[in-house]
């Protein structure tokens, strides 16, 4: 069975605009789909309506995870709390036993390339390091069911690619199921080897790209 699954999804807004109508789609456990689309086509509502931040007008959304983790274009860090704390937070709150969380912020800000940086403030970072603060940081759940909205959009092209490596490195070894909005075709390809083509106003899933690609093994 899918780890995410759209049937019939659409979305109306309180103002009348309708940003999606019946969207479908499926990602499989263990699969990395991408999905490109112009500005305003429903990418980020789609985005949303997975992760429960918003709600469908019509139509089913399964999502099989406990937890879902979600990584915007915007770091979206606590300025205040360092990156041990950052990368924490959502533990924390699950009020996740002391012992189990410190080894699980350990091991995501390993994976990330950040040791060494523990006690350092977001302001003190660059934005490429900041980015890998937010994907410690939704790692440490260990959710099932990842979602990625134009995660490195906003990032200069050299930090964005070696990010995207990483991100494909953190794949391979967790195999977790992912969802990921990008406008960037190039992106796209080298992300996943299913690459699903939203257009129009109100948007739905035109297409549907298969690229041959195999990921290197863990
Ligand atoms: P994308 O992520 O592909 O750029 P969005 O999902 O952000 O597209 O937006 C799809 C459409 O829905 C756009 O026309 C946008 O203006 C509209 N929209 C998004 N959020 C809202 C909202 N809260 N209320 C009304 N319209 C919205
Ligand atoms: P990336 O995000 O891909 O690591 P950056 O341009 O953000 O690329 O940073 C390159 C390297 O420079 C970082 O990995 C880090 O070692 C170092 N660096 C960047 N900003 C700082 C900082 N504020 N303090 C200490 N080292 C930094």
């Not at 990584?71 to 996740?96: I, K, S």
């Not at 069911?145 to 995660?151: G, I, N, Q, R, S």
Request: with cysteine; aromatic share 8%; charged share 25%.
């Amino acid at each position: 069975t899918a780890a995410l699954r759209f049937s019939g999804v659409s979305k109306k807004f309180k103002d009348g605009t309708v940003a999606l109508t019946g969207a479908d789609l499926a990602v499989a456990p263990g699969e990395f789909v991408t999905v490109v689309g112009p500005s305003g086509c429903g990418k980020s509502t789609l985005l949303r309506i997975a992760s429960g931040l918003d709600k469908a007008s019509d139509g089913e959304v399964a999502v099989h995870s406990k937890s879902v983790g979600y990584v915007f274009q915007d770091a979206t860090l606590l300025p205040w709390r360092t990156v041990r704390d950052n990368v924490g937070l959502l533990a924390e709150l699950e009020h996740m036993d002391k012992k189990e969380r410190e080894r699980r912020v350990r091991d995501a800000i390993d994976l990330v390339g950040l040791t060494g940086f523990e006690k350092h403030l977001p302001m003190e970072l660059s934005g490429g390091m900041r980015m890998r603060v937010s994907l410690a940081r939704s790692m440490v759940l260990a959710p099932d069911v990842f979602l990625f909205d134009e995660p490195f959009g906003a990032l200069d092209e050299i930090t964005r690619e070696r990010l995207n490596d990483e991100l494909l490195r953190m794949f391979i070894q967790s195999r977790f199921a992912a969802l990921f909005i990008t406008h960037s075709v190039q992106e796209a390809v080298f992300l996943s080897g299913r690459v699903l083509v939203m257009s129009g106003r109100p948007g739905r899933v035109k297409a549907e790209v298969t690229v041959p690609f195999d990921y290197p093994r863990a």
